[in-house]
C-alpha cells in the first residue's frame, strides 16, 4: 500500500465487542500520517466503535484490501490533535476527538 501523509482513506475498523467479545466492523473516514491511521468524531460518547477501542485497543483495519493488526489510542498531545484536524479538513473542527491506529509490526 502506497500512501501519502494526509491521504484521506475510508477503510473498515474492526474492534472487539465489548459485551459480545464478537468481531465489530464499521467503515470510518481515516487520515493516514506517518504510518498511523487517524479517526476522529465530535461525539464519541455514544459510539460503539469508541467503547469497543476503549475496552480492548487491539483492532484490525482493511485498507484498500489489506488487512493490519493494530492497536488503537486516543491521542492526547494537543499539537498532535490539532495537525490531525487540520489534515482531515479546512477549517479544522478542533472540538473532536482523535484516536491513533497503528499498525503492528
Request: contains cysteine.
Amino acid at each position: 500500500m502506497n500512501l501519502k501523509d494526509g491521504s484521506d482513506v475510508v477503510a473498515d475498523l474492526t474492534t472487539i465487542g465489548r459485551k459480545s467479545g464478537l468481531p465489530r466492523t464499521v467503515e470510518l473516514r481515516f487520515v493516514y500520517y506517518q504510518g498511523c491511521f487517524y479517526a476522529s468524531s465530535s461525539r464519541v460518547q455514544g459510539k460503539h466503535w469508541y467503547q469497543n477501542m476503549i475496552e480492548n485497543p487491539a483492532v484490525e483495519i482493511r485498507v484498500k484490501g489489506e488487512k493490519m493488526a493494530c492497536t488503537a489510542k486516543q491521542v492526547v498531545d494537543d499539537n498532535l490533535r490539532k495537525q490531525i484536524l487540520t489534515l482531515r479538513e479546512s477549517p479544522p473542527r478542533l472540538d473532536r476527538v482523535v484516536f491513533e491506529i497503528k499498525p503492528r509490526s
